[in-house]
């Protein structure tokens, strides 16, 4: 079936970094966008990242716009999110997903239907 799995998560400091994986299975990974999104505690889910099928377009929020990073490795099935310069306000848990529409390079959640089930981010100031 249909998989996302996210790896990579952990607790850093301000000002660190980390690289998340997002591993995909169960569908031609290679023809679709894939997005990142992360959702703070007592916050609404929020719109990080996408790229486009083969990496040739990105987008990103404002709030990490310099710092964060999204790349895919297609012959790997695997997108992933390397976010440096880490800030307090990027703790949440970080999702990957799958749009509704294979080549929609889009921001909202809502467009999106298959989901990961999460990883933690926690930065300590």
């Known amino acids: 079936q249909v998989q996302l799995t996210e790896s990579g998560g952990g607790l850093v400091q301000a000002g660190d970094s980390l690289r998340l994986s997002c591993v995909a299975s169960?569908?031609?990974?290679?023809?679709?966008?894939m997005g990142w999104f992360r959702q703070a505690p007592g916050k609404e889910r929020e719109f990080v990242a996408v790229?486009?099928?083969?990496?040739?377009?990105?987008y990103y929020a404002d709030s990490v716009k310099g710092r964060f990073t999204i790349s895919r490795e297609n012959d790997e099935n695997t997108m992933y999110l390397q976010m440096d310069s880490l800030k307090f306000e990027d703790t949440a848990i970080y999702y990957c997903?799958?749009?509704?529409?294979?080549?929609?390079?889009?921001?909202?959640?809502?467009?999106?239907?298959?989901w990961g089930q999460g990883t933690q981010v926690t930065v300590s100031e």
């Open positions: 169960g569908y031609m990974f290679s023809n679709y966008a």
């Open positions: 790229t486009s099928w083969n990496g040739g377009s990105s």
């Open positions: 997903a799958r749009p509704v529409r294979p080549v929609a390079v889009v921001t909202t959640a809502t467009l999106y239907d298959v």
